[in-house]
């Protein structure tokens, strides 16, 4: 049915699915997907991955997502003007990265800040760079080869309130997580995830940062995820287990591991005590968006908790996506109140 004029203006435009979006895109002049907010000297700045049209049609790998370059985003606060950055680090300054340059993530550290990002190396293997800036909008300087010991993508670094970094990374299917299982390549296995559907799923990994911020400080571990039944969510629960997108954030000292469920669509998270875990399964709190993919982050600012996520509004492709912003909400138990991305 044809909307009016007036309906428009009130609700915004209609989702393929007929009903209305939670919230607009924060920019509309490139594709932004996978956004990882951190609030540096009191503003918001988004790293996010820089979509860009492609030919290469969808597939279980994410072929698809061919992202060459990185621009950051800025604002003062929530609903203010959204600055798009200038390219802060193209696939051709990072002499070990050949393609796909997918989620990244940011940190500060004494004056310097640091761009962690997955990319397929000259071999087609999915490693972990980082590089450098003295200007949280880049341009970032890559170290010339990947960090020693990370693998597979979507790293995200957790400053505790102590001042230690701990980077979590990984991502099955396309992120090939599932060829890492004895901590070197398999080139070989499985293109999807280990077919164990009664053991427990592969899972993020975790490792602290070392002083430099430019290397793990250890091997990396497993981050657990329990179920209700105290046991390890197992690989057949889609709609539980882990995919990729790992995001940590604290809140009254307990740090919340969350994450994509991916092939079921849903944000989801656990509670722990530590950066390590183990972590209690709590629940989805995003529901399934327009769009393959969605991928989070969730920071406080001016005293309110943000998810940050993303959707297909402005393109309804899978490759073109589009990052958006909502309030997030806890319930007084510290559980956080599940989010629809559609209104009505
Ligand atoms: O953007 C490319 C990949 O898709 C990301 O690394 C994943 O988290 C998913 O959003």
Do not use: C
């Not at 990882?36 to 988004?46: L, P, Q, R």
């Not at 950055?85 to 050949?98: I, T, Y």
């Not at 430019?214 to 179920?227: M, S, T, Y």
């Not at 998270?269 to 982050?297: E, M």
């Amino acid at each position: 049915a044809l909307l009016s004029t007036a309906a428009l203006a009130k609700d915004g435009p209609v989702a393929p699915n007929g009903r209305h979006y939670l919230s607009q895109p924060l920019v509309t002049s490139i594709y932004t997907a996978d956004p990882s907010a951190h609030v540096f000297n009191g503003k918001i700045y988004i790293y996010p991955s820089h979509d860009i049209k492609t030919n290469i049609p969808d597939d279980d790998l994410g072929s698809q997502y061919a992202m060459r370059d990185y621009r950051v985003l800025e604002m003062d606060h929530v609903g203010g003007k959204v600055t798009v950055g200038p390219v802060a680090l193209d696939v051709d300054q990072v002499p070990w990265a050949a393609k796909q340059m997918w989620a990244p993530d940011a940190a500060y550290k004494n004056g310097t800040y640091y761009l962690y990002f997955p990319a397929r190396d000259h071999q087609g293997i999915f490693r972990i760079g980082v590089a450098t800036s003295k200007n949280p909008m880049g341009p970032f300087k890559a170290d010339p080869k990947p960090i020693p010991g990370a693998y597979s993508i979507d790293p995200a670094v957790f400053t505790d309130s102590d001042g230690k970094s701990y980077m979590y990374f990984g991502g099955i299917w396309g992120g090939q997580l599932q060829r890492w299982v004895t901590g070197k390549y398999n080139p070989h296995g499985s293109a999807t995830d280990l077919h164990q559907d009664d053991k427990p799923a592969l899972t993020a990994k975790v490792a602290m940062l070392a002083p430099d911020m430019q290397h793990l400080a250890e091997k990396p571990r497993d981050v657990v995820i329990l179920g209700k039944d105290g046991k390890p969510v197992t690989g057949g629960e889609h709609d539980k287990r882990f995919f990729e997108a790992s995001w940590m954030f604290k809140r009254d000292g307990k740090y919340y591991f969350t994450y994509s469920t991916g092939d079921t669509h849903f944000l989801a998270y656990a509670i722990g005590d530590n950066p390590y875990g183990p972590f209690h399964y709590k629940g989805h709190f995003l529901l399934p968006v327009q769009g393959w993919t969605t991928h989070q982050s969730i920071v406080k600012h001016n005293g309110k908790w943000w998810l940050f996520y993303a959707d297909t509004q402005l393109s309804n492709k899978n490759s073109l996506r589009n990052v958006k912003v909502t309030q997030l909400h806890f319930n007084p138990d510290g559980t956080i109140q599940t989010i629809d991305p559609f209104t009505h």
